[in-house]
């Protein structure tokens, strides 16, 4: 579908707030999670994300899609086997075909409830058809300044995402 096009009919599709792609995820650490120092895997940490990013991405647009990017991922704090660890999913922005989420990852101290901000990274999920084409995905309703907010920041990750693909080639 030429870009024009694809333009026009996302513009006709209805809005969703961002409320109502919201995903949170909760599971407890297990030894298999763990590295030899007891903290969880970073692989273990991506793949997490990346589930949480779908989840929000399919209560979007109700459709297939599939990852297209993951920005950088920081770990910040170890997350220790026993721990919880907790995934907040949020969609920042609706392009055309893509979308962009953020995903916030925590740990939780079973005992003292402690809480500590431990990873943050932006997935791009792009929807697709039933041909597996990338499809027009529904705008994004911004209910709140947080919304407002992370809805402007997503364009120039993703302007930055475009020119550093671009440069690839």
């Known amino acids: 579908m030429p870009e024009r ?3 026009a ?14 995903t949170d995820m909760v599971e ?3 030894p298999q999670d763990v590295n ?5 895997l ?3 940490v991506m793949h997490l994300v990346d589930i949480a990013a779908a989840i929000t991405a399919h209560r979007h647009c109700r459709s297939m899609c599939v990852t297209a990017s993951v920005d950088h991922i920081d770990f910040r704090n170890p997350i220790r086997m026993g721990e919880l ?10 392009f055309h075909t893509s979308m962009e989420i953020g ?8 005992l003292s409830g402690q809480k500590k901000h431990t990873t943050s990274a932006y997935v791009t999920f792009v929807a697709l058809d039933e041909n597996r084409e990338p499809k027009p995905v529904p705008p994004v309703i911004c209910q709140t300044a ?7 920041e997503a364009l120039v990750r993703r302007k930055y995402r475009l020119a550093h693909r671009a440069s690839k080639h």
Do not use: C, T, Y
Request: no cysteine; aromatic share 6%; charged share 30%.
């Open 36 to 40: 030899v120092f007891g903290n969880i």
């Open 42 to 44: 970073g692989g273990r």
């Open 28 to 30: 407890v650490v297990l």
């Open 103 to 110: 995903v916030k990852v925590f740990s939780e101290d079973v």
């Open 9 to 22: 009919s996302s513009q006709k599709l209805p809005g969703k707030p961002v409320s109502a792609s919201r």
């Open 146 to 152: 947080e919304d407002r907010r992370r809805f402007r």
């Open 85 to 94: 660890i907790i995934l907040k999913a949020s969609l920042n922005r609706a």
């Open 5 to 7: 096009a694809r333009k």
